[in-house]
């Protein structure tokens, strides 16, 4: 083999062995080049990336353009910039600047400069309370030992009537009731509204009356469809005495008299 290589470069051809080994050994030194350059390459870079960012941190980077200064917000005082010594007057009720002229906060409607009004008073049913429950009559100033007082319902209702007799039912619904008769006019029938009220149907609504004046009973028929007995005697008109039988329809009563 060594005189077979010989003698191929003595003649001048090379071997081609020879000439593969050298484009593979060729390659592979290009892209081993290639790989160390681009690695170098991706060092620099970041490299330089740190400095900058380091520079940046220390003041020494790019220069940052100034932010404009930021504008000054309008206050609600339109009379122009308000100084410490001169300060705007406020508002009691809610604190809020004012005017000096106005009359009123437009904040919370509270007056500006003047006292402010009473309070309402407290309604009661719909209406003001009566100053009589508030602190008695007007003008007038209220007790300290001021007490409840009863009051007598009795007496607010007027004079009452003076019973002057009876009415004993003997027959009927009724049998056995009584009903008292009163000084005056005693109205008597089967409406709801009589003094004495007879549950028969034969009654007309307002049948008849009994009256006591000046010592004197009266009896007195007010023109009933059935009419009126006494003593087992129609009657229109005529005097009570006691123990006397009056019949209405078929409701039978006897009459008893207190004086």
């Known amino acids: 083999m060594a005189g077979v290589k010989e003698a191929s470069v003595f003649l001048g051809f090379r071997d081609p062995r020879d000439i593969l080994r050298a484009r593979i050994d060729s390659k592979v030194s290009g892209a081993e080049t290639d790989a160390v350059n681009a690695a170098r390459g991706s060092v620099i870079k970041s490299g ?70 009473p309070a309402a008073p407290a309604p009661f049913r719909g209406g003001m309370i009566p100053p009589v429950l508030v602190g008695g009559p007007p003008n007038m100033p209220a007790m300290a030992g001021d007490k409840t007082m009863a009051i ?11 019973v002057v007799g009876w009415l004993v039912v003997m027959s009927g619904n009724q049998k056995g009731n ?19 009220v007879i549950t028969d149907e034969y009654l007309s609504s307002k ?18 469809t059935n009419g009126s007995f006494l003593n087992e005697r129609r009657t229109s008109k005529d005097e009570l005495v006691d123990n006397d039988t009056i019949r209405l329809g078929r409701t039978e009563m006897r009459f008893k008299a207190l004086y």
Request: hydrophobic share 30%; charged share 25%; aromatic share 8%.
């Open 152 to 162: 007598d319902i009795s007496a607010l209702a007027g004079p009452k009537k003076q």
């Open 207 to 224: 049948h008849c009356i009994i009256r006591y004046e000046d010592g004197r009973y009266e009896f007195k028929d007010n023109d009933s």
């Open 48 to 117: 330089q990336g740190a400095a900058n960012v380091a520079k940046k941190a220390a003041g020494g980077g790019a220069k940052v353009a100034a932010s404009p200064p930021k504008k000054k917000k309008m206050g609600f005082w339109p009379f122009g910039e308000k100084k410490e010594e001169g300060a705007a007057p406020t508002c009691g009720g809610c604190g809020k600047e004012v005017d000096p002229t106005w009359q009123a906060c437009p904040y919370c409607r509270g007056p500006l400069g003047q006292a402010a009004p």
């Open 178 to 196: 009584d009903f008292r008769l009163f000084d005056g006019v005693n109205n008597i029938g089967a409406a709801a509204d009589n003094d004495v």
